[in-house]
């Protein structure tokens, strides 16, 4: 008889407006109790995510769904980062970045179904001055969006758009010197992106060509665009062109260096990581098992 698979739900009850807090029944009735054992935790607090993840290797579990946004997904991944534990995403919060670039069923009853018919694939992941990040990270404006976001009352796409048009046209772009892979240059910048899947969230691409397999940080550099420019960005971020705009410079690269001439806001996959007058970003090679839909199509 075939050894039953252990599984820890990991919810974050606070996301997608609470939808996170209805979903422990909906697993209840749905995983396929004859091939696996599982249990539910409700996080409680910032970081307690990490703390259950960490619990989760300790007792020799044999999956994690990190079941919430990109937050949540960080918090798990972060500490399965180089075990044998497989990481499953039920995505529930605003954006889902990873989710979206990894072609998760946002369905729980197909998404529970990976678990009998997905695939683990071995993602990479990125240091952001010390800080894991696995899907996208950045400087600049998105990052001074993020903080504000952070502390809105109504989260959701809607919200997230009202935000950058009101903070748009007062951000200033900022002077950086960059050293990437040995080579120097200087930019001036209206925000950075250090990708590891192509998207933020909401199928916004900020780097269409990139990949969570494939060993490299794609370094998306955005200069301030005019307000048409603005439009064209988004469209092109939505459609998968954006690397085509005269304003967007995209590199892959192993190392960057980053020097700045006043203190800039940082993100970390989406949440707030402070500010800063320097960023060194590294890729860290195939560190996390995620489970996937078994598809052909490259990640």
Known sequence: MTKKKNILFIINPKSGNGAGAKIADAISSLVNKNGFDYQIEITKAALHG??????????????????????????????????????????????????????????????????????IIKADSILVNNKFSINVSGAGFDAHVAALFANTKGRGFLNYVKLVLLQYKNYKPFKAKLNIDGNNFERDLFLIAFANSAQFGNNFKISPAALVTDEWIDVSMVAKPSVLQTMQLAWGAYNGTISNHKKVEIIKAKKIEMLFETKIPIHIDGEPGGQSDKINVTIQPATNYILVPHTNYDL
Not at 51 to 78: K, P
Not at 102 to 112: E, G, S, Y
């Open 50 to 119: 990490h703390t259950l993840a960490q619990e989760a290797i300790e007792n020799n579990l044999d999956y994690v769904m990190a079941c919430g946004g990109d937050g949540t997904v960080n918090e798990v991944a972060s500490a399965l980062v180089r075990s044998n534990c497989c990481m499953g995403i039920i995505p529930l919060g605003s954006g889902n970045g990873l989710a979206r670039h990894l072609k998760i069923p946002f369905d729980i009853k197909n998404n529970l179904k990976l678990l009998q018919t997905g695939k």
